[in-house]
């Protein structure tokens, strides 16, 4: 599972939301809309729960799960909260992107039960070849 920006002449509007798997996709999060608010942002928690949590448990039946990312629009759902802690509590390879200033309990979970690392402008691509040998 992705996230990217949605962007209109250059302004960010929302988010997107992808199984990368399937290629499904949908909207995470848009300014305008319903849903629980995080900043300017409505969650769509439909298709946080269609599709994102859909792809962690369908990732659960393959070598590597992997969540791109974990933050404050994703922990308004309870779904994808439970989803997460399936592809945790499971003996899955794990590679997760998470809010660096999320106090959640989940995120404090994956600080203290995974090695986590900061990406600085400094060590972004030196990063890529270790975490990537992580997994062969």
């Given amino acids: 599972m992705v996230s990217a920006d949605i962007r209109v002449k250059g302004e960010r509007v929302g988010f997107e939301i992808r199984d990368i798997a399937t290629g499904r996709q949908g909207i995470l999060a848009h300014k305008e ?12 928690l439909a298709d946080l729960n269609n ?3 859909t792809a962690i448990r369908n990732a659960l039946n393959s ?25 945790l509590d ?3 390879n794990m590679l997760v992107v998470l ?16 090695r986590v690392y900061t990406v600085t402008h400094e060590n972004r ?3 890529v070849s270790e975490i990537a040998g992580k997994f062969d």
Avoid: C, T, W
């Fill in 33 to 44: 809309g319903s849903g629980p608010r995080v900043g300017s942002y409505h969650v769509n």
């Fill in 51 to 53: 599709i994102g949590v």
């Fill in 63 to 87: 070598e590597l799960v992997v969540i791109d990312e974990i933050a404050p629009m994703e922990f308004k759902s309870p779904e994808f909260i439970r989803a997460v802690e399936e592809a």
């Fill in 125 to 127: 691509e030196r990063l």
């Fill in 99 to 114: 809010h660096q200033k999320s106090s959640h309990p989940l995120a404090e979970r994956i600080r203290r039960e995974f």
């Fill in 90 to 92: 499971s003996d899955k």
